[in-house]
């Protein structure tokens, strides 16, 4: 099936190009009346307010419901989660500003992150024939979304999921800057057409532009590497806008699966910006307002100032899950025979405000209790409870666990070839600081846990002095911190903003991390079976594909030769090895292999 299929060509026919040719006879009528309304028209201002609503980051969540710890879903800031609590919120505001002077749309990462978004990706696949409908399709849908612009992890599952779920959505996915590899023409609808009555005699015409993020070159490299390209937010909106504008858009609203701070976690391993969403208001003009994706932060109103016009344009993020909901409040003029953005402002509504809606909740229900079901499946036992909290500043046997599970599978993977007789070392990262193994039984949510993303496995051949510089580039995740003195935990680590899941333990060696020394200098000590690390040494490299494609700009690994790769996620590998141990014993694999110096003084 081509990627600019019928989706595409028919959709964007009818929320494009098709709505604008009406907008465009739509503008012609109205105008003729304005210039019939004569003098006593004119003496007449004309005002006209909307406001559009937006979500992002949804991550499969339709429940205040946490399928990892299968009780409701809480935080230290008590924050709710799901399409459940939106909707509430949504139909508050199309009371109170009236339906019709409304719209709803969302800036991706839609269906993956939690154990419901699997299962009918994996378990009980919408893709199969006479398969389900995605539960997000279904929310979404009941809830009334306008259009969504595609996130990275839509890609997660490969594109006949994504197609699927397109197809059972009454929205358009939008995606301006993914294009198929071979025509190089928009895979999915760039924009979509939006008109708004008004008691003024003339419609208002609201473009939606969905740009995507192009990382996903990189991180499903896998599933797009010559099926689709991903080129930059800023140069597929100097594209768009121009278009938009000239169709009769009198408001042009971007929504970007894309952060604000104009930087990138590849490095320069692409030539686009990972998070481009102030660069595009601040270079592209035409733009009134943009909903901003991807970097799972909050940020009710943020403005940047267009280098050419010199106005304003207002960003806006809500916190991901379905914890807020952003609202962006537009004033119109009508002038010169159209409509001209006045006034624009943003701010966020906290879901946990309200309660669940019941259309949604009774909606899916039987869905929900599918996935509590399978989630709680026992696949195990363990013989010791164990827990990731301390994960980022200590070697725990959790992590170790991870760890044993990609030796043992890639050791199996390369039995029998010349590389059988390699030593095989493994990387993983502290995902969850909640993940938990319990003593006693053991269900696939807890094994799941462990590891939250779509990754796979993969082996790459690197050597010694590769190894001691992908730990170097490991550790600055830690805050330099003097000798002596008491050391608090919370403030060792993300040093300059890195996430937990870019702090790579490596299993299989032996160090320390002296966080008294600056970055580049800290990894000392390395050795392997009690010797130091040979440089020229050869070792096997277990690691996920996010890795190996360049998440987190680590060096070496994504130029390094694959050996070995695995289309099964992590997660069921890990799953499948517990089941056919049938028992978890951390004195098997676990063993503290690296910790925290100052100075060669132990931090704990």
Same mark, same amino acid.
């Given at each position: 099936?081509?990627?600019?299929?019928?989706?595409?060509?028919?959709?964007?026919?009818?929320?494009?190009?098709?709505?604008?040719?009406?907008?465009?006879?739509?503008?012609?009528?109205?105008?003729?009346?304005?210039?019939?309304?004569?003098?006593?028209?004119?003496?007449?201002?004309?005002?006209?307010?909307?406001?559009?609503?937006?979500?992002?980051?949804?991550?499969?969540?339709?429940?205040?419901?946490?399928?990892?710890?299968?009780?409701?879903?809480?935080?230290?800031?008590?924050?709710?989660?799901?399409?459940?609590?939106?909707?509430?919120?949504?139909?508050?505001?199309?009371?109170?500003?009236?339906?019709?002077?409304?719209?709803?749309?969302?800036?991706?990462?839609?269906?993956?992150?939690?154990?419901?978004?699997?299962?009918?990706?994996?378990?009980?696949?919408?893709?199969?024939?006479?398969?389900?409908?995605?539960?997000?399709?279904?929310?979404?849908?009941?809830?009334?979304?306008?259009?969504?612009?595609?996130?990275?992890?839509?890609?997660?599952?490969?594109?006949?999921?994504?197609?699927?779920?397109?197809?059972?959505?009454?929205?358009?996915?939008?995606?301006?800057?993914?294009?198929?590899?071979?025509?190089?023409?928009?895979?999915?609808?760039?924009?979509?057409?939006?008109?708004?009555?008004?008691?003024?005699?003339?419609?208002?015409?609201?473009?939606?532009?969905?740009?995507?993020?192009?990382?996903?070159?990189?991180?499903?490299?896998?599933?797009?590497?010559?099926?689709?390209?991903?080129?930059?937010?800023?140069?597929?909106?100097?594209?768009?806008?121009?278009?938009?504008?000239?169709?009769?858009?009198?408001?042009?609203?971007?929504?970007?699966?894309?952060?604000?701070?104009?930087?990138?976690?590849?490095?320069?391993?692409?030539?686009? &910006?990972?998070?481009?969403?102030?660069?595009?208001?601040? @270079? +592209?003009?035409?733009?009134? !307002?943009? /909903?901003? %994706?991807? $970097?799972?932060?909050?940020?009710?109103?943020?403005?940047?100032?267009?280098?050419?016009?010199?106005?304003?344009?207002?960003?806006?993020?809500?916190?991901?899950?379905?914890?807020?909901?952003?609202?962006?409040?537009?004033?119109?003029?009508?002038?010169?025979?159209?409509?001209?953005?006045?006034?624009?402002?943003?701010?966020?509504?906290?879901?946990?405000?309200?309660?669940?809606?019941?259309?949604?909740?009774?909606?899916?229900?039987?869905?929900?209790?599918?996935?509590?079901?399978?989630?709680?499946?026992?696949?195990?036992?363990?013989?010791?409870?164990?827990?990731?909290?301390?994960?980022?500043?200590?070697? &725990?046997?959790?992590?170790?666990?991870?760890?044993?599970? @990609? +030796?043992?599978?890639?050791? !199996?993977? /390369?039995? %029998?070839? $010349?590389?059988?007789?390699?030593?095989?070392?493994?990387?993983?990262?502290?995902?969850?600081?909640?993940?938990?193994?319990?003593?006693?039984?053991?269900?696939?949510?807890?094994?799941?846990?462990?590891?939250?993303?779509?990754?796979?496995?993969?082996?790459?051949?690197?050597?010694?002095?590769?190894?001691?510089?992908?730990?170097?580039?490991?550790?600055?995740?830690?805050?330099?911190?003097?000798?002596?003195?008491?050391?608090?935990?919370?403030?060792?680590?993300?040093?300059?903003?890195?996430?937990?899941?870019?702090?790579?333990?490596?299993?299989?060696?032996?160090?320390?991390?002296?966080?008294?020394?600056?970055?580049?200098?800290?990894?000392?000590?390395?050795?392997?079976?009690?010797?130091?690390?040979?440089?020229?040494?050869?070792?096997?490299?277990?690691?996920?594909?996010?890795?190996?494609?360049?998440?987190?700009?680590?060096?070496?690994?994504?130029?390094?030769?694959?050996?070995?790769?695995?289309?099964?996620?992590?997660?069921?590998?890990?799953?499948?090895?517990?089941?056919?141990?049938?028992?978890?014993?951390?004195?098997?694999?676990?063993?503290?292999?690296?910790?925290?110096?100052?100075?060669?003084?132990?931090?704990?």
């Amino acid at each position: 099936m081509p990627l600019n299929r019928r989706n595409f060509l028919g959709r964007s026919a009818v929320t494009g190009a098709g709505v604008a040719l009406a907008g465009g006879a739509a503008a012609g009528s109205a105008q003729a009346a304005e210039g019939a309304e004569g003098a006593a028209g004119r003496r007449r201002e004309r005002r006209y307010s909307f406001t559009v609503m937006g979500t992002t980051d949804l991550h499969g969540n339709v429940f205040n419901w946490d399928y990892f710890t299968d009780a409701e879903f809480d935080d230290k800031a008590h924050n709710d989660v799901g399409l459940a609590k939106i909707s509430t919120l949504v139909e508050r505001v199309r009371a109170e500003k009236g339906r019709e002077n409304t719209l709803l749309i969302d800036a991706g990462d839609t269906i993956q992150g939690t154990q419901l978004s699997y299962y009918y990706a994996k378990v009980d696949p919408i893709t199969a024939r006479r398969g389900p409908v995605h539960p997000m399709a279904q929310a979404m849908n009941a809830i009334g979304y306008d259009a969504a612009a595609l996130g990275n992890h839509e890609f997660n599952y490969g594109i006949p999921v994504l197609r699927k779920f397109e197809e059972q959505c009454d929205f358009p996915l939008l995606g301006a800057n993914a294009l198929d590899a071979k025509t190089l023409r928009p895979a999915f609808p760039p924009y979509s057409m939006h008109r708004l009555r008004t008691p003024c005699g003339r419609d208002v015409k609201v473009a939606v532009l969905g740009l995507t993020n192009p990382g996903i070159a990189l991180w499903d490299k896998q599933n797009v590497q010559g099926k689709m390209t991903f080129p930059g937010l800023e140069e597929q909106s100097a594209k768009y806008v121009p278009r938009l504008r000239s169709m009769g858009a009198d408001v042009v609203i971007v929504s970007a699966h894309s952060g604000s701070s104009g930087t990138s976690s590849y490095g320069d391993q692409l030539p686009y &910006v990972e998070n481009a969403a102030g660069l595009v208001a601040e @270079q +592209v003009p035409g733009i009134d !307002a943009i /909903l901003v %994706g991807h $970097a799972h932060t909050e940020i009710p109103e943020y403005r940047v100032k267009n280098r050419s016009t010199g106005k304003d344009v207002v960003l806006s993020e809500p916190l991901k899950w379905g914890q807020r909901l952003t609202l962006f409040d537009f004033e119109l003029v009508f002038v010169r025979g159209r409509w001209s953005v006045e006034k624009v402002s943003a701010k966020v509504l906290n879901s946990n405000t309200v309660p669940e809606d019941p259309k949604i909740t009774d909606l899916l229900v039987d869905e929900h209790r599918k996935v509590v079901a399978y989630v709680n499946q026992v696949i195990g036992t363990s013989t010791a409870a164990m827990s990731s909290a301390e994960g980022p500043v200590k070697d &725990v046997p959790i992590i170790d666990l991870i760890n044993h599970v @990609q +030796v043992e599978t890639v050791k !199996a993977a /390369l039995a %029998g070839t $010349a590389y059988a007789a390699l030593p095989v070392l493994s990387q993983a990262s502290c995902f969850s600081r909640t993940a938990a193994i319990p003593a006693g039984e053991v269900t696939i949510r807890d094994a799941a846990g462990l590891y939250p993303f779509e990754n796979t496995l993969e082996a790459r051949l690197v050597t010694g002095a590769q190894l001691k510089d992908y730990l170097e580039y490991s550790a600055k995740y830690y805050v330099q911190t003097a000798p002596g003195g008491v050391v608090d935990p919370a403030k060792l680590t993300n040093a300059d903003g890195t996430p937990d899941y870019n702090y790579d333990a490596v299993y299989g060696l032996a160090y320390d991390v002296d966080i008294a020394q600056p970055k580049g200098s800290r990894i000392v000590n390395l050795s392997f079976g009690g010797r130091p690390v040979d440089p020229a040494a050869e070792f096997v490299l277990a690691v996920n594909n996010y890795r190996a494609s360049g998440g987190g700009n680590f060096p070496h690994v994504p130029q390094a030769k694959q050996l070995w790769a695995n289309s099964d996620e992590i997660r069921n590998t890990i799953i499948s090895w517990v089941k056919a141990k049938g028992t978890v014993d951390p004195a098997r694999f676990a063993s503290v292999d690296w910790r925290l110096t100052r100075d060669g003084v132990p931090v704990f």
